[in-house]
């Protein structure tokens, strides 16, 4: 047995059991969370249950209970006689991994409600639709129904079941875009052909990593799915290329809030763009 594996096996062996569960609830930690999620991005369990479920819920319970052992181990360390100092940091530690999981959870609060749907489009008025196959793929996988832009939160199934708070319930998909501070506009051609748009759109995708991109040049509409690394959540993308200007859309499957996920994304998808037609033009 090599002699580094050797030392540790002792230093366990000196430690008190307190810290020994302490350490063993540390890393258990982050090997339940990526359980979560990889469950759920392989399809073991749904995303509500992974998400939800194991995540916000047995996710919270497991941090109380990481926080609870390292405080008493803490004070166990402190009243200890003589004091190891290397145990008193373990029951820091322990006590700092749940409270900065706690200040992330807050945080994803946070953005939900700044963030309170999960379609955002560049044209409000008439937001780029989808193609058939893309909808056959969403209902398929029991996706959220595409929403009219122009109904009020408080009259949308979803959002009366998520408990939509009186001030968003009157305002509709448009209004919530149009105050957005971060609100992303249509690209211009300039002086790109329609072609070129689709052909630049389809580019900037790819280089996105996005998949399943289709396009097709005669509607002017190019479509790709976005997913997310851990859970795997997907969310449908299409882009309509007119005569004058490119517009952006970009639909979460599942969920209420995307977090701003969809806005960061149609942001840098026509950054992306612009850039390639800009290259292209020179």
Same mark, same amino acid.
Do not use: C
């Given at each position: 047995?090599?002699?580094? *594996?050797? =030392?540790v096996?002792?230093m366990?062996?000196t430690?008190?059991r307190h810290t020994?569960?302490?350490?063993a609830?540390?890393a258990?930690l982050?090997? +339940?969370f ?8 392989i399809g073991i369990?749904?995303?509500k $249950? ?7 819920g ?9 926080a ?7 004070v166990?360390a402190? *009243?200890? %006689?003589? *004091? ?5 940091i373990?029951?820091i530690l322990?006590l700092l991994v749940p409270a ?5 959870f807050?945080g994803?609060?946070? %953005?939900?409600? @700044?963030?309170p ?6 044209d409000?008025a008439?937001?780029p ?5 893309? =909808? ?11 929403d009219? +832009? ?8 979803l +959002? !009366?079941q998520?408990?939509?708070s009186?001030?968003?319930?009157v305002k509709s998909h448009? !209004? ?8 992303p506009?249509p690209l211009?051609?300039?002086g790109?052909?329609k072609?070129e748009?689709?052909a630049a759109?389809a580019?900037?995708?790819?280089a996105m ?9 005669a ?6 799915v976005?997913?997310t $690394?851990? $859970?795997?959540? %997907? @969310? ?6 007119g005569?004058?200007q ?8 599942v969920?209420?809030s995307?977090l701003?996920?969809n806005t ?5 998808l026509?950054a ?7 290259s292209?033009? *020179?």
């Amino acid at each position: 047995m090599p002699a580094g *594996r050797v =030392m540790v096996g002792r230093m366990m062996n000196t430690l008190p059991r307190h810290t020994k569960i302490l350490l063993a609830l540390l890393a258990l930690l982050p090997l +339940y969370f990526l359980v979560a999620a990889l469950g759920t991005k392989i399809g073991i369990w749904g995303w509500k $249950f992974g998400l939800l479920t194991m995540t916000l819920g047995g996710g919270m319970i497991l941090l109380g209970l990481v926080a609870l052992a390292a405080l008493v181990s803490l004070v166990l360390a402190l *009243r200890a %006689k003589p *004091r190891r100092n290397g145990l008193v940091i373990v029951g820091i530690l322990g006590l700092l991994v749940p409270a900065v999981a706690l200040v992330m959870f807050l945080g994803a609060g946070s %953005k939900a409600k @700044d963030n309170p749907i999960h379609d955002i489009a560049t044209d409000t008025a008439n937001p780029p639709a989808f193609s058939a196959e893309t =909808m056959a793929a969403r209902e398929a996988a029991g996706a959220n129904p595409l929403d009219d +832009y122009q109904t009020p939160l408080g009259q949308i199934p979803l +959002y !009366q079941q998520s408990g939509v708070s009186p001030e968003l319930a009157v305002k509709s998909h448009a !209004q919530i875009i149009t105050d957005r501070p971060d609100r992303p506009a249509p690209l211009p051609l300039g002086g790109a052909s329609k072609a070129e748009g689709v052909a630049a759109v389809a580019a900037a995708m790819g280089a996105m990593g996005l998949s399943e991109i289709r396009s097709d040049p005669a509607t002017g509409i190019v479509e790709g799915v976005a997913g997310t $690394f851990w $859970f795997g959540f %997907k @969310d449908d993308v299409v882009a309509r290329v007119g005569d004058a200007q490119i517009d952006f859309r970009s639909a979460s499957r599942v969920g209420v809030s995307d977090l701003g996920a969809n806005t960061a994304r149609i942001i840098d998808l026509r950054a992306r763009t612009e850039s390639i037609l800009g290259s292209a033009a *020179r």
